[in-house]
Structures are given as structure tokens and as C-alpha cells.
């Protein structure tokens, strides 16, 4: 099976402007989930879609939205861009077989994608 | 103080030596999670464990739940082992909903 794939890699934006990023998780899986590392703050999640339907959110603002495709594969947006914004933004998958979740996951995670913002 | 709390933060020894990474965490938990961060970022999850020990390859990984203790630890430590180490445990609320330890950076020499 293929792993998780992420798209683009790589990004820069400037300030103001906004971005999306794109997700398709392992074939099966139905659950993706978004994550945002920064050398000051570490791992964060960010928020987790299941069903097409958001299942989780982090305490992030509004600025930061996503959604989830009929066939899983996941998108997050962000608008009005800020230099805090520079990250790697990550997205894991899991089977989650049942809407309530095992609590005992394993997560897959994709490569990543590097958001500069300048 | 965090929700999880990992030691040491650096960690170097030489090639061989037996190594232990610690996570201490406050919540109340279903699984902690253990995940290996490469140069370059990507995320490879080691070991889910809810009670007990799991073992793969020199890896171990053993869970204390009275204690909200976990360790993990490597065997006969080789230079391809250096990464980024970060335990992980589910908020309440949802299983994905991870918050994760601040990551221990294990350097193998050789």
C-alpha cells in the first residue's frame, strides 16, 4: 500500500496571503488528522476529520480550516498568513473503523510540508 | 508544567550503548504513543502501548500506568538510530487528538 502523501513539499508565501495543503492518506483509512511543528512550540495538533465531518479541533484560530473528501483525502487552508505561520505541517492517517475511535490508533504519517512565510 | 514531559532533552553516547528516553505524563490516558523524527521530518510511530512492554527489534518501550511513566529504550545503539524520540498521549476528547512530549535528540556516534 501507499504511505501517506503530502503536496506540496515545499512552500513559500508572504504575509497576508493564503495557503492550502493537501493530504491523501493510506488507502482505507478514514481518518486524517493535521498537525503543525515549530521549533518553539513542538507538535500541536491541529484538527482531525473522519467521515468528511471534523471530529477533533486544537486551539488554533480560525484562520487555520480544513475539510475531508468523499474519498478521504484531506485539505487545510490557511488565510491572512503570518510570519508565525512557518512551519512543517503534517497530516497521519488511521483506519478508524468506528465515527467514536479506538483511542488506540496507530498514526501514519506523510513526509510533511514546509511553509515558509515571509 | 506540560501534559507530558520527556528526559533528557539531548542525549549523545557512542555506538553500543544501551539507551533510555523517559516520558512522565499528567492526563489520564488509553495509550502513549512512542514516534521516531528523522532529519528532515518525517514521522515514523514506533510503538503504541496501553499497559506492559512491546519489543521490536533492539527497541523496547514499557508503560507504568500508576506511575504515568513510559520509557523507552535501545539496545546495542548504532549511528542510523539518531533522531528526534517523542512520546505522545491522546487528550481527552479524541483518540487523534495527541499532545506530544518536547522530543528527546539522540546522537549516535561511532
Known amino acids: 500500500k501507499a504511505g501517506v502523501t503530502q503536496t506540496p513539499r515545499y512552500l513559500i508565501k508572504t504575509r497576508g496571503q493564503q495557503v492550502t495543503l493537501s493530504c491523501s492518506p493510506i488507502?482505507?483509512?478514514?481518518?486524517v488528522s493535521w498537525y503543525q511543528q515549530t521549533p518553539g512550540q513542538g507538535l500541536q495538533f491541529l484538527f482531525e476529520y473522519f467521515s468528511e465531518t471534523q471530529r477533533n479541533k486544537g486551539n488554533f484560530p480560525g484562520r487555520f480550516s480544513g475539510r475531508q473528501f468523499s474519498n478521504s483525502r484531506s485539505e487545510m487552508n490557511v488565510s491572512t498568513l503570518e510570519l508565525g505561520d512557518s512551519a512543517l505541517y503534517l497530516c497521519a492517517s488511521s483506519p478508524s473503523k468506528t465515527s467514536g475511535g479506538s483511542g488506540q490508533e496507530t498514526q501514519y504519517f506523510g513526509p510533511g510540508t514546509r511553509l515558509l512565510v515571509l | 508544567k506540560n501534559e507530558v514531559e520527556q528526559s533528557p532533552q539531548n542525549l549523545t553516547a557512542q555506538e553500543g550503548e544501551f539507551i533510555t528516553i523517559n516520558c512522565s505524563y499528567s492526563?489520564?490516558?488509553?495509550?502513549l504513543h512512542w514516534l521516531q523524527q528523522h532529519p528532515g521530518g518525517g514521522i515514523v510511530s514506533l510503538f503504541m502501548?496501553?499497559?506492559g512492554k512491546k519489543k521490536h527489534g533492539r527497541l523496547i518501550a514499557t508503560i507504568n500506568i500508576q506511575e504515568k511513566h513510559s520509557s523507552l529504550h535501545i539496545t546495542a545503539s548504532h549511528p542510523r538510530d539518531s533522531a528526534v524520540y517523542i512520546c505522545?498521549?491522546?487528550?481527552?476528547?479524541?483518540?487523534?487528538?495527541?499532545?506530544f512530549g518536547q522530543g528527546t535528540r539522540l546522537t549516535i556516534n561511532p
Open positions: 492526563v489520564g490516558i488509553s495509550a
Open positions: 502501548l496501553s499497559s
Open positions: 505522545a498521549v491522546p487528550r481527552e476528547g479524541g483518540a487523534q487528538k495527541l499532545v
Open positions: 488507502s482505507g483509512h478514514r481518518s
